[in-house]
């Protein structure tokens, strides 16, 4: 089965800019999609199709996917992006998703 | 505005079935490339995928959790139905039903709360 690969943490300075990485084999052919889960809180998409945000999600998130790894982007990051990052793409070879572990983005 | 809502048990005892129910609004589960997934969350943990059905009434099973799992829908009261058998300790987590965006890339737009089921006698 198709398994995607999240460091467990990262942590960022306010104003700077984290970046979390997804890794899965030939994962530049399929489409990314990356949710943020602040504790005691529902998983939020934050980045769909590798790039496209949803409505309501600052600029500030941007994705990128290519080769065996995806990369979402959180520029000047804010104390209230203290959260757990999950990947998910869709292995369409067994039809049904398949989340990456998850990232815990700490900010100093 | 798509809306989803968990409900079920929130202790269960060892060896009995567990039954969520998700009832959603916003959308109809029988449009075309439509979905209903069920994720859950270990205390502490990642994201586990456990089920789905689509518009079409195609489901899917975590392979690790099929001989457990049935996922059912009734469209007319905009619900699915998600049991699962032989209940374990650790199978206490966070159940969350998400839409699945009708796309191919299968995103999940739109969660509900989370309900959390705890395992224990």
């Known amino acids: 089965s198709y398994v995607l690969t999240q460091p467990p943490s990262v942590s960022v300075a306010p104003g700077q800019t984290a970046r979390i990485t997804c890794g899965g084999n030939?994962?530049?052919?399929?489409?990314v999609h990356w949710y943020q889960q602040k504790p005691g809180q529902a998983p939020v998409l934050v980045v769909y199709?590798?790039?496209d945000r949803p409505s309501g999600i600052p600029e500030r998130f941007s994705g990128s996917n290519s080769g065996n790894t995806a990369t979402l982007t959180i520029s000047r990051v804010e104390a209230g992006d203290e959260a757990d990052y999950y990947c998910?793409?869709?292995?369409?070879?067994?039809?049904?998703?398949?989340f990456g572990g998850g990232t815990k983005v700490t900010v100093l | 505005q798509i809306t989803l809502k968990e409900s079920g048990p929130t202790l269960v005892k060892p060896t009995q079935t567990l039954t969520l129910t998700c009832t959603f609004s916003?959308?109809?589960?029988?449009?075309?490339?439509?979905?209903v997934g069920w994720i859950r969350q270990p205390p502490g943990k990642a994201l586990e995928w456990l089920a789905l059905?689509?518009?079409?009434?195609?489901?899917r099973y975590s392979p690790s959790l099929k001989s457990r799992l049935t996922i059912t829908k009734d469209t007319s009261k905009n619900q699915v139905v998600l049991t699962m058998t032989n209940i374990d300790p650790v199978d206490t987590a966070t159940y969350y039903c998400?839409?699945?965006?009708?796309?191919?890339?299968?995103?999940?737009?739109?969660w509900g709360q989370g309900t959390l089921v705890t395992v224990s006698s």
């Open positions: 998400a839409h699945r965006h009708y796309s191919y890339g299968g995103r999940f737009d739109s």
């Open positions: 916003g959308f109809s589960l029988s449009t075309s490339g439509v979905g």
């Open positions: 059905i689509y518009w079409d009434d195609v489901k």
């Open positions: 030939n994962i530049g052919s399929k489409s």
């Open positions: 199709d590798d790039s």
């Open positions: 998910q793409v869709w292995d369409s070879s067994s039809d049904h998703p398949v």
